[in-house]
């Protein structure tokens, strides 16, 4: 059974007014370190103190900071902080996978919103799911998110935060892991990050760029940009870009091997149809066996999974260096779709295997606490739906 975790710690109730540090990177922390009035000479060496101690250590109060003297701390506490999203819930599916429901800051009008973060545990590796905008643009007509309409773009403090915060949540920074005495076999939890959440990462570029350069830093949270990957529903014109700006993994969120198909489900595609999207993965920069392109198939009862589609699917991606994840469709309240019988998804699967492609079936994860691919949602409309019942009840 699934596991509701509605008792947290107090630093994660955030009602804190002052800007946080957490997103920032070195040089617009000196900026913050000349607000409070840290002499120019020494704001490099403050700065890459601070770095350190917020995305290698992964403090959340300046008192720990040791090797700051205690009256710049003082300063340093009285303008900033370094915060995390909200946690509204967190839950802990059967299968160990673990979704938060995370309120963010007020933004410019006051508001408050959320967005979820999944983590995936398995035997050799931890993926970390995470999102880049708040709801979505893209109403593509299998997805769950795509339901919520776009609220907002993610600053990049929030966009990184999530992994801040999961590490926070399951013991993954170096101390942490230092005092484990089953520490995990790969070394830490958190072995990949996914940007395959709520949003379009493309539509969100310079966030999603800033957010990635703190994720990767060697001397930060570090994790290698090949254990980082970006899906996208086929930006076309950001593509490209992508390589040569965040040089993350590609995923394609692919879906359809016909422009008629594509356009019903994944509605991008009527800008940007099948063509340009896979000239533009032809042109990814650093594109090779060892860099290989994800593309993101689900698999949808008598829509887009018969023999023919397999074969389409083959021929369309001929010499592009690929992995094709076949996704079985995880339903959600009011989908039209159903998932393909598992015969038809294993003979769909042989026929991309023997054209030589890797074609791994996606198991699905979290589906009871609706963690899985394409079932994430913001829970916000039906907490302030219940909120107003319980109000009325009163």
């Given amino acids: 059974m699934p596991t509701l975790i509605s008792s947290l710690p107090e630093r994660y109730i955030q009602n804190d007014q002052r800007p946080s540090l957490a997103g920032l990177s070195r040089e ?23 770095f350190h101690w917020i995305y290698h250590k992964g403090v959340t109060s300046f008192a720990a900071m040791s090797n700051i003297a205690r009256e710049l701390r003082d300063r340093l506490d009285e303008a900033f902080q370094i915060s995390r999203p909200e946690i509204v819930t967190e839950q802990k599916s059967s299968d160990g996978t673990m979704k938060w429901l995370l309120r963010l800051a007020p933004d410019e009008r006051g508001q408050r919103h959320e967005i979820e973060t999944v983590y995936i545990p398995e035997e050799d590796r931890g993926t970390l799911c995470i999102s880049s905008q708040v709801g979505c643009t893209l109403t593509c007509t299998f997805c769950h998110t795509g339901t919520q309409r776009l609220v907002r773009n993610l600053t990049a403090g929030e966009i990184v935060g999530q992994i801040m915060l999961a590490r926070d949540r399951i013991g993954d920074w170096p101390d942490a892991l230092a005092a484990n005495t089953q520490p995990p076999s790969s070394g830490r939890y958190i072995t990949n990050v996914v940007l395959m959440g709520m949003g379009e990462p493309l539509y969100n570029f310079d966030n999603v760029k800033q957010a990635m350069d703190l994720a990767s830093d060697g001397e930060g949270l570090s994790l290698s940009r090949r254990r980082i990957t970006l899906s996208t529903s086929g930006v076309v014109p950001e593509i490209v870009r992508a390589g040569d700006e965040i040089g993350t993994m590609l995923a394609i969120s692919l879906h359809a091997t016909t422009d008629e198909i594509r356009d019903r489900l994944v509605p991008l595609n009527r800008k940007y149809p099948l063509a340009e999207l896979l000239e533009a993965c032809r042109n990814y920069p650093g594109l090779s066996n060892a ?45 039209q779709y159903e998932c393909s019988d598992w015969e038809t998804i294993e003979s769909f699967a042989e026929i991309v295997n023997r054209a030589g492609y890797a074609s791994p079936v996606r198991t699905p994860r979290g589906r009871d606490i609706m963690a899985a691919c394409g079932q994430l949602k913001s829970e916000s409309q039906k907490l302030r739906a219940r909120e107003r019942m319980a109000a009325q009840t009163a």
Avoid: C, H
Wanted: aromatic content about 6%; overall charge positive.
């Fill in 291 to 335: 860099r290989r392109i994800t593309f993101e198939y689900v698999m949808l009862k008598g829509v887009n999974d018969s023999r023919d589609d397999a074969k389409r699917l083959v021929k369309l991606l001929s010499g592009i260096p690929a992995k094709i994840n076949l996704i079985p469709f995880n339903p959600w309240p009011g989908t």
């Fill in 28 to 50: 617009q922390l000196m900026e913050m370190l000349a607000r409070v009035g840290v002499p120019e000479k020494q704001r490099k060496m403050r700065a890459n103190q601070l």
